[in-house]
């Protein structure tokens, strides 16, 4: 089963719920947890496993065009067929902005004179460590690097177990969608605030359109207003769990501690979630 | 004209709440921007009153045309995207490159644009706003975000107004690389927590990466002093402004609530955020 913990607005408590959450089963018993960190330009679930063992590190590569400059003859038919402008034909050269590059291979089918080959670049690295009974994958994006999806897209292939709980980049665009695909359901985490709920709703909206089944999760309860709950019980949608808005959460989570080893009571309630997400999928 | 991009690496640091405090001390002397089109939140503080609406094409997508397509599988096997699947284009792995095009024999592949969003010109109680709203778990946020610039460079240049506030997204990917392009000064939020500290090296790193002007808002400085502190010594080595240090307290989630900036409301948030202005004004 994979479960994604996804929300529109940032800094609601997805990484502190995908954490808890696998640190909750791992304590269970479940024999293969794997979390896996999809928010490339921002991972930090790894950070709350200070003890783990780091089994794998590699780079994430995509094709971009090489151009052999004696063969070319600055026709400019690649940079005319490059949807991202990722080609500039100059008098004597070509300029490329692999930034820019999606690595189509548009440029490489209609060069006439084959001076288009492919080689490829890293878009960053990805990295597996294994800590307490919990897998942790992880992709780390190059700076300056525009586009994340790829290396989400290749995060998820590496991950694998019995249980696997996806910890998504905030936001309602690609780089989200390309975390919760083909994830079995998603929670989404939002706090009782105008700002969380205006972005719960758009966030319901992509998992809608996906068919994706989902729940939500309300973090910090007790702050702001009761929106939320009337919002999420006129829809009728499944709210899983609370949890209350508690200076001690806060400042464990502020060290980079997972708050329900401190608190071992709430093992037992992510472990139920689980139990209940799976009910409501099966 | 001046640019001032508020940011963040790790998300819900503040950048929102503040941005509308800032336009209310900067009131009637600048434009607004919410480059933060995953996630416009700003409008539910500035309540803008939307004078003019345009709409935002995205990326194109590829459609077959099921009458002439005779099922050869040449666009299948050429798509990188594996966005084509019995003949048929799933348009959310779509990314618009076109090789399906121009593999086509039978000229079965049309590319279009599709509508993704709007862009909105907005008149607010601190001043012009310009936002924008991307259809759920649309593409091209980046180019959308651009756009929001444009339209708000050009308001400011039409009403003399010299300055542009810009609300940024979380990330360091295209949305914030888009947002912070071309700024004179990008303030980053960060909260003392492991996250806050680590997400805000890599923002840092962005910033440099692409020349740009730095200076952070620590915000809740006081939920951890040992976290805030190792803040504040990163910042030295790089040599980066501590523009303020905001406490943490209730004021800014009520004002929240109301509909308010902070500042409005008072308080001991308002006044760091007001001496943290004159510092910005300075820096300017």
Redesign the interface.
């Known amino acids: 089963m994979k479960i994604s913990i996804a929300s ?5 408590g997805k ?1 502190l719920v995908a954490t808890s959450m696998a640190a909750s089963l791992a304590s269970a018993g479940i024999s293969r947890v794997t979390l896996a960190d999809c ?1 490339v ?2 991972p ?1 679930a790894y ?2 496993f200070p003890e783990r063992t780091l089994l794998e590190r590699k780079e994430c590569y995509v ?1 971009v065009p090489i151009i052999d400059e004696l063969k070319c003859t600055h026709c400019s038919k690649c940079a005319d ?1 490059c ?2 402008h990722a080609l500039a034909v100059l008098p004597e050269t070509v300029l490329l902005f692999p930034e820019l590059c ?5 440029c490489t ?2 060069c006439q004179e084959s001076a288009v080959r492919e080689g490829s670049r890293s878009l960053g690295e990805i990295f597996r460590a294994r800590s307490d009974g919990v897998e942790i994958i992880w992709g780390e ?1 190059r ?6 999806t790829p290396l989400i897209k290749a995060v998820k292939d590496r991950a694998e177990g019995e249980t696997v709980i996806v910890d998504c ?9 390309e975390s919760v ?1 083909g994830t079995d359901f998603c929670l989404l985490v939002t706090e009782p ?3 969380g709920l ?2 719960l709703d ?2 319901l ?2 998992l809608e ?2 068919n994706i089944p989902r729940g939500v999760l309300v973090n910090k309860s007790g ?3 009761r929106k939320v709950y009337e919002y999420l019980e006129k829809r009728n949608i499944p709210l899983l769990m609370e949890i209350p808005l508690d200076r001690n959460i ?2 464990l ?4 501690e997972i708050f329900v080893e401190k608190m071992p009571e709430w093992k037992a309630k992510f472990a139920g979630m689980v139990r209940e997400i799976e009910e409501m999928i099966s | 004209m001046r640019q001032i991009a508020v940011v963040s690496g790790k998300g819900g640091t503040g950048k929102t709440s503040l941005v509308a405090s800032l336009a209310a001390l900067a009131r009637g002397r600048a434009v607004y921007a919410d480059c933060d089109v995953d996630a416009p939140d700003l409008h539910l503080i500035l309540q803008p009153t939307v004078m003019e609406r345009r709409e935002f094409f995205g990326i194109k997508r590829a459609f077959i045309d099921g009458s002439k397509c005779t099922q050869c599988g040449l666009c299948q096997d050429a798509c990188r995207f594996g966005a084509i699947a019995d003949f048929q284009i799933n348009p959310a792995l779509c990314e618009g490159c076109g090789v399906c095009k121009l593999v086509c024999p039978a000229g079965a592949v049309e590319m279009r644009e599709s509508l993704a969003g709007y862009a909105y010109i907005s008149e607010t109680r601190f001043g012009p706003l310009v936002h924008a709203e991307l259809f759920p778990g649309d593409e091209a946020s980046g180019k959308l975000v651009a756009m929001v610039r444009e339209m708000a460079r050009d308001l400011a240049a039409s009403r003399n107004l010299d300055l542009v506030l810009i609300d940024g997204s979380p990330g360091i990917g295209c949305p914030v690389i888009a947002s912070l392009t071309g700024v004179d000064l990008a303030l980053v939020v960060t909260e003392p927590t492991i996250t806050g500290e680590h997400d805000l090296e890599r923002v840092l790193d962005v910033a440099d990466h692409f020349g740009i002007k730095t200076a952070v808002c620590i915000n809740k400085f006081d939920l951890n002093p040992a976290a805030a502190s190792r803040i504040e010594d990163l910042c030295q080595e790089r040599a980066v402004m501590i523009a303020g240090r905001l406490p943490f307290h209730p004021s800014v989630v009520e004002a929240m609530v109301l509909g308010r900036a902070v500042v409005e409301l008072g308080g001991p948030v308002a006044e760091a955020i007001s001496g943290m202005w004159n510092v910005l004004e300075n820096l300017l």
């Not at chain 1, 529109?8 to 609601?12: A, M």
């Not at chain 1, 980049?169 to 969608?177: D, E, K, N």
């Open positions: 529109g607005k940032g800094g609601t990484t928010d330009e921002e930090n950070l709350f094709p067929v949807a991202y999606h690595g189509c291979g548009a089918l209609v994006l700076l300056g690097e525009a586009r994340s980049p905030p936001g309602t665009s690609c780089s989200l969608v695909r605030t105008p700002f205006y972005d758009i966030a909206k992509v359109k996906m702050m702001g207003d806060a400042e989570y502020s060290r980079g």
